[in-house]
């Protein structure tokens, strides 16, 4: 399995976000519920247009079966709402050309990520990639990693951290100044 990375630069994130948005507005929805939700892909490729209407989306989590309510966003509510505008309550958000609402499959979604990171000049993605990226901003910004670490349903602050990336970008800086018997 390959080792994934959060999309660290909001810069790489909006070059990502523009090259789908001209693309393809499902594939844009995708990354963009994504990096603003944290939910795993097997909860996302599941959520139904009935699941989004609100302000709230309610699910039971495919891995943990656990309940899970989450606030939208209000720019994430606004693009929701016009995407789904014309759907009906049981139609897939993301739905496949296959068949008849049938959503897309986990190797679907990462084939519209790894193609969007390419074009954005990004290496170590995957569909984890939008969860990861959505700890490692909500991190950044609020500091609070024990809501992070509810949110993920994870066991310590620890296991969160790593889980984000922040103790390699630690580490990384840490080496970067290290300095020992060398010129």
């Known amino acids: 399995m390959n080792f994934v990375q ?59 079966t656990k309940q899970k309510r989450l606030r939208i966003t209000p720019d994430l509510h606004r693009e929701l709402k016009n995407y ?29 990520l790894r193609e969007a990171a390419e074009y954005a000049g990004l290496n170590e993605i995957g569909t984890h990639t939008l969860r990861k990226t959505f700890g490692y901003h909500f991190y950044m910004q609020t500091k609070d990693i024990a809501m992070l670490q509810e949110l993920f349903n994870h066991s310590s602050p620890h296991i969160t951290l790593r889980y984000i990336g922040v103790n390699q970008d630690a580490m990384d800086k840490a080496m970067s100044k290290f300095k020992i018997g060398v010129g």
């Not at 999309?7 to 001209?22: G, H, M, T, W």
């Not at 795993?40 to 989306?57: E, F, N, P, T, W």
């Not at 759907?87 to 959503?103: A, C, I, T, V, W």
């Open 6 to 64: 959060p999309i660290r630069n909001p810069a790489k994130i909006q070059v990502i976000q523009e090259y789908l948005k001209a693309k393809n507005e499902r594939d844009y929805l995708l990354f963009v519920l994504g990096i603003n939700t944290g939910l795993r892909i097997s909860d996302i490729l599941q959520l139904k247009a009935k699941h989004v209407r609100g302000h709230y989306i309610s699910l039971r989590e495919k891995k943990t």
């Open 84 to 112: 789904i505008r014309h759907m009906n309550d049981d139609e897939y958000l993301f739905q496949s050309r296959k068949g008849n609402n049938m959503p897309i499959q986990r190797s679907a979604a990462y084939k519209v």
